[in-house]
Protein backbone atom coordinates (compact mmCIF):
# COMPACT_ATOMS: atom_id res chain seq x y z
CA UNK A 1 0.00 0.00 0.00
CA UNK A 2 1.51 3.34 -0.99
CA UNK A 3 1.22 5.93 1.85
CA UNK A 4 2.36 9.60 2.08
CA UNK A 5 2.43 11.06 5.82
CA UNK A 6 4.02 14.26 6.18
CA UNK A 7 4.76 16.11 9.53
CA UNK A 8 6.48 18.67 11.12
CA UNK A 9 4.11 21.56 10.84
CA UNK A 10 3.04 24.12 13.94
CA UNK A 11 2.63 27.22 14.70
CA UNK A 12 5.73 29.58 13.83
CA UNK A 13 6.32 33.41 14.24
CA UNK A 14 7.38 35.71 10.92
CA UNK A 15 10.80 35.28 10.61
CA UNK A 16 10.99 31.73 11.98
CA UNK A 17 11.39 28.09 10.78
CA UNK A 18 10.09 24.69 10.32
CA UNK A 19 11.39 21.83 8.75
CA UNK A 20 8.38 19.35 7.23
CA UNK A 21 9.01 15.52 6.64
CA UNK A 22 7.17 13.43 4.26
CA UNK A 23 7.62 10.09 4.72
CA UNK A 24 6.90 7.49 2.39
CA UNK A 25 6.23 3.71 1.85
CA UNK A 26 4.94 1.61 -1.01
CA UNK A 27 7.50 2.78 -3.45
CA UNK A 28 11.15 3.84 -3.83
CA UNK A 29 12.10 7.76 -4.22
CA UNK A 30 14.50 6.91 -7.42
CA UNK A 31 11.39 6.48 -9.53
CA UNK A 32 9.34 9.54 -8.77
CA UNK A 33 9.45 13.45 -8.06
CA UNK A 34 8.40 15.04 -5.25
CA UNK A 35 6.12 17.71 -4.71
CA UNK A 36 5.05 19.89 -2.60
CA UNK A 37 2.16 21.63 -2.67
CA UNK A 38 0.29 24.32 -0.22
CA UNK A 39 -3.68 25.59 0.15
CA UNK A 40 -4.51 28.50 2.23
CA UNK A 41 -8.16 28.92 3.11
CA UNK A 42 -10.40 30.43 0.26
CA UNK A 43 -7.40 29.43 -2.03
CA UNK A 44 -6.69 27.64 -4.74
CA UNK A 45 -3.98 24.64 -3.77
CA UNK A 46 -0.61 25.72 -5.46
CA UNK A 47 2.56 24.01 -5.81
CA UNK A 48 5.66 25.16 -4.61
CA UNK A 49 8.44 22.72 -4.46
CA UNK A 50 9.43 19.62 -6.67
CA UNK A 51 11.94 17.76 -6.79
CA UNK A 52 13.23 14.43 -8.61
CA UNK A 53 15.39 12.37 -7.41
CA UNK A 54 16.43 10.36 -10.97
CA UNK A 55 16.98 13.45 -13.18
CA UNK A 56 17.59 16.23 -9.72
CA UNK A 57 15.81 18.61 -11.68
CA UNK A 58 14.31 21.04 -8.52
CA UNK A 59 11.76 23.70 -9.16
CA UNK A 60 10.89 26.54 -6.42
CA UNK A 61 7.76 29.02 -7.14
CA UNK A 62 8.88 32.36 -6.74
CA UNK A 63 7.35 32.69 -3.91
CA UNK A 64 9.53 30.46 -2.05
CA UNK A 65 12.66 30.61 -4.42
CA UNK A 66 15.34 31.38 -1.84
CA UNK A 67 13.76 30.59 1.60
CA UNK A 68 12.52 26.49 1.36
CA UNK A 69 15.25 23.90 0.42
CA UNK A 70 13.71 20.33 -0.20
CA UNK A 71 15.92 17.51 0.25
CA UNK A 72 15.33 13.52 0.15
CA UNK A 73 16.84 10.73 2.14
CA UNK A 74 16.13 8.12 -0.64
CA UNK A 75 17.59 5.79 1.31
CA UNK A 76 14.89 6.35 4.42
CA UNK A 77 12.24 6.79 1.80
CA UNK A 78 11.82 10.35 3.62
CA UNK A 79 11.57 13.95 1.66
CA UNK A 80 12.25 17.01 3.69
CA UNK A 81 11.10 20.60 3.47
CA UNK A 82 12.72 23.11 5.55
CA UNK A 83 11.64 26.65 5.46
CA UNK A 84 13.43 29.54 6.39
CA UNK A 85 12.22 33.31 6.87
CA UNK A 86 8.43 32.47 6.96
CA UNK A 87 5.63 35.03 6.36
CA UNK A 88 2.12 35.05 7.44
CA UNK A 89 1.52 34.83 3.73
CA UNK A 90 3.68 31.28 3.99
CA UNK A 91 -0.01 29.82 6.58
CA UNK A 92 -1.68 27.06 4.71
CA UNK A 93 -2.52 23.58 4.69
CA UNK A 94 0.80 21.94 2.95
CA UNK A 95 0.94 18.10 1.46
CA UNK A 96 3.68 16.29 0.11
CA UNK A 97 2.61 14.45 -3.45
CA UNK A 98 4.60 11.93 -5.57
CA UNK A 99 4.26 11.74 -9.36
CA UNK A 100 6.11 8.75 -11.44
CA UNK A 101 7.84 11.62 -13.43
CA UNK A 102 11.70 11.75 -14.25
CA UNK A 103 11.49 15.44 -14.34
CA UNK A 104 10.07 18.24 -11.72
CA UNK A 105 6.68 19.91 -12.86
CA UNK A 106 3.88 21.04 -10.19
CA UNK A 107 2.00 22.78 -13.42
CA UNK A 108 -0.25 19.61 -13.93
CA UNK A 109 -1.76 18.51 -10.02
CA UNK A 110 -3.23 15.61 -11.84
CA UNK A 111 0.16 13.91 -12.41
CA UNK A 112 0.75 13.03 -8.78
CA UNK A 113 -1.13 10.31 -7.94
CA UNK A 114 0.03 9.74 -4.02
CA UNK A 115 -0.74 12.30 -1.81
CA UNK A 116 -0.24 12.88 1.86
CA UNK A 117 -3.03 13.98 4.66
CA UNK A 118 -1.24 17.53 4.71
CA UNK A 119 -0.10 19.19 7.65
CA UNK A 120 -0.93 22.70 8.77
CA UNK A 121 1.87 25.55 8.88
CA UNK A 122 0.27 29.10 10.25
CA UNK A 123 2.66 32.30 10.55
CA UNK A 124 1.56 34.65 13.29
CA UNK A 125 2.90 36.77 15.74
Known amino acids: EVQLVESGGGLVQPGGSLRLSCAAS????????IGWFRQAPGMEREGVVC????????YYSDSVKGRFTISTDNAKNTAFLQMNSLKPEDTAQYFC??????????????????WGQGTQVTVSS
Open 97 to 114: AAAPLPICTVEVEQLYNY
Open 26 to 33: GFTFDDYA
Open 51 to 58: FSSGSGDT
